[in-house]
């Protein structure tokens, strides 16, 4: 998808590379987190799983680094060159790939116990290997045993335990969309822009700097994640908070009169808001 848009010749072809990458890059987050979670072990899951949103941070900010560095570069081909940048890490990825192990569930729905055995002594520790093998063999027999699990059971009549915790969970994700952190980050060049800040060597830096915002919170989840002091509902509950006042600062924020305020208080609660999302 991304050579596609570097080797495009209109907007019709441009569009049609975007669609093939951003079929790949929905693909990839739900394969890749479900890959992580079931070849970790269980104790580590939780950070494992965040690992995956850590290097997708990195990633952000290598594109505005990226950015920032070809902005000196004629506009008719500078953007080709930094559409052409990922092609390279996802050459490699495609050559990496293959040396992964299949996830020591998948091998044994599918019979392959011996695999999984061994898959499961170089993820686990020796004392955890033969608890963990036979955890995994035991749900899957119960998954096959079982008739009342399906789709229908789950959407159309699900018990109220399950509703409830259905309901949740889609909220959850829901919001994370709707409270707009995604859009925020995409568009701080454009956003620090209409708050008059007019040098794009200065929309980039800034972007940059929300960008290492995001990639430090991450890590500062990621380790406070697992914890026994913390732990994912606190954490959770505290984003929320933390994340709501930003927005109403934010909004406050944008309607004060001096330019030169409205933009570093605008600027300081975006990185606030980014923060605590993170």
């Known amino acids: ?3 596609a848009m570097v080797l495009c010749w209109d907007f019709w072809s441009l569009l049609a590379g975007r669609l093939v990458t951003g079929l790949g890059v929905g693909f990839g987050f739900v394969v890749c987190n479900a890959y992580l979670i079931e070849i970790a072990p269980a104790p580590a899951r939780g950070s494992v799983g965040s690992v995956f949103e850590v290097t997708i941070c990195l990633g952000l900010v ?3 680094f990226s950015g920032l560095c070809l902005i000196s570069l004629p506009s008719e081909y500078s953007w080709r060159v930094m559409m052409g940048l990922p092609v390279l890490p996802a ?5 990496l790939i293959h040396h992964l192990p299949e996830s020591p569930r998948w091998l044994i729905s599918k019979g392959k116990l011996e695999e999984a055995w061994l898959v499961l002594q170089s993820t686990c520790r020796k004392e955890e290997v033969e608890e963990t093998f036979q955890e995994i063999l035991q749900l899957t027999r119960e998954e096959a045993d079982s008739s009342e699990v399906s789709w ?3 959407l159309v009549s699900p018990s ?3 509703r409830y915790c259905l309901g949740l969970a889609v909220m959850v994700a ?7 952190s995604e859009a925020l980050v995409y568009y701080v060049p454009t956003i620090v822009k209409d708050l008059g ?19 430090l919170m991450s890590v500062v989840g990621l380790i406070l994640m697992d914890s026994p002091r913390w732990g994912r509902r606190p954490l959770l509950l505290m984003s929320l908070a933390f994340s ?10 944008f309607s004060l009169p001096d330019e030169t305020y409205r933009s570093v208080f605008c600027i300081g609660t975006c990185m606030l808001y980014i923060g605590c999302m993170s």
Request: with cysteine; charged share 10%; net charge negative.
């Open 174 to 180: 829901f919001f994370q969309q709707a409270g707009g």
């Open 160 to 162: 109220p335990s399950v």
């Open 197 to 215: 800040v007019e040098s794009d060597v200065a929309g980039l830096a800034i972007a940059l700097a929300v960008g290492c915002v995001k990639v």
């Open 152 to 154: 229908e059971s789950l």
């Open 1 to 3: 998808g991304m050579l």
């Open 62 to 64: 290598t594109g505005y």
């Open 91 to 95: 050459l490699i990825l495609l050559r």
């Open 244 to 253: 709501t006042s930003s927005l109403v600062l934010l909004s406050v924020f």
